[in-house]
T-cell receptor, first 109, second 111 residues
């Protein structure tokens, strides 16, 4: 069975500081991993997917198969980055997503 | 395009009442999903429909039923609501090999 672990429920940083949101996964196949973001009381939206290898809003994430990790990083956090972040792993041809429990990021002024 | 829409936005039920949550998408997506979001639990898949005419159970299907009415619409029914079903419900849709797009959510409280 696949599993996604986000070890931090809460993460608080100051504006301009680097931020790293951790995500570890267990999956026997070849994983496809995503980061979704949910701003306060809004719908979830895709932030990053590992196969695209692009940077969105200054965030990057690298899939490390050896460490089974897909950590989300940003060198300089902004107040508007405050949100709930979910790591997710896709499963099979039906493209079901298994989500981690989420990390609430707060960027303080 | 409206994307994924859900109705109602809010609902309060008494234990034992029934209701149907509606979801529609106008992106011609094949697959649709229902999730529930609970504090500290993340999003958990209730049911999904890989294509029109098919539905399958997800991680937490007990107490729910679904109907894929047509390609656009995927409804979630609570036959006899329980307080444990108090949650925020999200519908999502996906075109093959692409990301899932989420609706705005329905906040359900069962008293």
């Amino acid at each position: 069975a696949q599993r996604v672990t986000q070890p931090e429920k809460l993460l608080s940083v100051f504006k301009g500081a680097p931020v790293e949101l951790k995500c570890n996964y267990s999956y026997s196949g070849s994983p496809e991993l995503f980061w979704y973001v949910q701003y306060s009381r809004q719908r979830l939206q895709l932030l990053l997917r590992h196969i695209s290898r692009e940077s969105i809003k200054g965030f990057t994430a690298d899939l490390n198969k050896g460490e089974t990790s897909f950590h989300l990083k940003k060198p300089f956090a902004q107040e508007e980055d405050s949100a709930m972040y979910y790591c997710a792993l896709s499963e099979g041809s039906n493209y079901k997503l298994t989500f981690g429990k989420g990390t609430l990021l707060t960027v303080n002024p | 395009n409206a994307g994924v829409t859900q109705t109602p936005k809010f609902q309060v039920l008494k234990t034992g009442q029934s209701m149907t949550l509606q979801c529609a998408q106008d992106m011609n997506h094949n697959s649709m999903y229902w999730y529930r979001q609970d504090p500290g639990m993340g999003l958990r898949l209730i049911y999904y429909s890989a294509s029109e005419g098919t539905t399958d159970k997800g991680e937490v299907p007990n107490g729910y039923n679904v109907s894929r009415l047509n390609k656009r619409e995927f409804s979630l029914r609570l036959e006899s609501a329980a307080p444990s079903q108090t949650s925020v419900y999200f519908c999502a849709s996906r075109l093959a090999q692409n990301e899932q797009f989420f609706g705005p959510g329905t906040r359900l409280t069962v008293l």
